[in-house]
């Protein structure tokens, strides 16, 4: 009787083991398959982050461009401006 109640208490801890030990490794895939997943989400969004500054590196660059373009712009036409009055402000020779 004693040998019979240890060859089930073997058994069923063999089952047991067998079957916990199953789950525990299927969670440990499952964390592992999580952990690789969120670590090519934060690969993705720090890769979309660089493109984005250097994205708004290049809008910054543009800009500055405009606005130097613009401001080139209205110096010539303050100038051709000026130039036209001077023109036209000058006195004629009178004819003697």
Do not use: C, W
């Amino acid at each position: 009787m004693e040998k019979a109640l240890k060859d089930k208490e073997t058994e069923v801890s063999k089952q047991l083991q067998t079957k916990y030990g199953f789950d525990i490794q299927l969670m440990e895939k499952q964390s592992e398959a999580d952990i690789r997943l969120k670590d090519q989400i934060i690969t993705s969004l720090q890769e979309k982050i660089k493109e984005q500054h250097e994205q708004l590196k290049e809008y910054a660059d543009k800009a500055n461009r405009a606005e130097a373009s613009v401001k080139d712009i209205a110096v010539k036409a303050i100038e051709n401006a000026s130039k036209i009055r001077m023109v036209s402000a000058k006195p004629e020779k009178e004819e003697s």
